[in-house]
């Protein structure tokens, strides 16, 4: 696989409708590819979830093009009323984790704020006919009538897709979900709120075992907060979690029950320049989002201005920090008043750990090419939804006299953000959600 410094990305689909009228249950809030990015699945604000299939015919194209097609669509969450709480549930889906395939079914994991559930998507193409006790509509035969005995035959019927629950695990967080990872042995996740991180086993739904509480006895002590959780991708007994002070500590549940104490923590040694502290500081030093490497030597975390890739055998600063759009770092005091400087980016890793990517706003994303160290900034518009459109590389222009193909710092549309996007595991195929659109593209073919 190519990183980016060889890669010119062009359009290949977008879905969701094109109308400027948005509604709020459309918006999308979460995007994932499964383990061999043949299904594509993203979840929304109303509680739906929308699984996308690769399409053979353009898998099989010379060259291979990165197409999918709707494969399912179901509702997963509904919203819900805590009467204890007072306190509307929304039906928004925070995270979706594909499980490894094991048979012809696929599993998956999907959470709001409050409930988990595991998700069964299998495919039907035949159907039984012939029964002795009930006619083929459903209806229960009259005893009197039967006078044979029939032998029920499998006939074959149109590919029916359907997605059930097979588990529900509910009532373990106080605060709001952020985070749900599937563990390397595929038979155990966690979960994540604010202050806490909870250890299931797939097969029980009452009872989780609590491995991190931050909770202070004093809830006026509270100086941060769990922003984000990620289990090891091999080693089973590892999981990371970030903070909101910027901090990445590292677990090993081998240690201990409750792993208040972590066996590593990484943080960046604090600016001694007085003149770098501003009342921002603590704010964009928050981190959004923490993805450990496919190989698992690595970790990325994304705060507000910038991504920077760990090495987990050096805990003392970053081996590598990207400016994401270090063009706002002047704007903090309007983002700030229009809550945009809360907003939380998502981040991901190529199929080989070469490349990055995360978004932006204006509809703007950025990938960077760790072996050449170019990066680039695409935007993800409905100007160029026409197939094999390369996208040309954007430039936010700071100050000065602005060229032609620049744009302006203050032009930038905040409310034009994008927080989730995925990276097909095997192929240079990436999908960007743009508000209601899922924005498929792919290396130029």
Known sequence: MAGNGETSWCFSQIKGALDDDVTEADIISCVEFNHDGELLATGDKGGRVVIFQRDP?????????GEYNVYSTFQSHEPEFDYLKSLEIEEKINKIRWLKRKNQSHFLLSTNDKTIKLWKVSERDKRVE???????????????????????????????????????FANAHTYHINSISVNSDQETYLSADDLRINLWHLEITDQSFNIV?????NMEELTEVITAAEFHPTECNVFVYSSSKGTIRLCDMRSSALCDRHAKLFEEPEDVDITNK????EI?????DVKLSNSGRYMISRDYLSIKVWDLHMETKPIETYPVHEYLRTKLCSLYENDCIFDKFECCWNGNDSAIMTGSYNNFFRIFDRNTNKDVTLE??????????????????????????EISVDCLAFNKRILHTAWHPLENIIAVAATNNLFIFQDKF
Request: glycine share 4%; net charge positive; with cysteine.
């Open 380 to 405: 993800a518009s409905r100007d160029i939804i026409k197939p094999k459109t390369v996208l040309k590389p954007r430039k936010v222009c700071t100050g000065g006299k602005r060229k032609k193909d």
């Open 213 to 217: 509480d931050i909770k202070p006895a």
């Open 57 to 65: 015919a353009s898998k099989a194209a010379s060259p291979r093009r």
């Open 130 to 168: 012939g029964y002795n006790t009930r006619e083929d509509n459903g209806s229960i035969r009259d005893p009197a009538s039967i006078n044979a005995l029939r032998v029920p035959s499998i006939k074959p019927m149109d590919l029916m897709v359907e997605a059930s629950p097979r588990r529900i």
């Open 278 to 281: 501003s009342f921002f500081r």
């Open 284 to 288: 964009i030093s928050s981190i959004s």
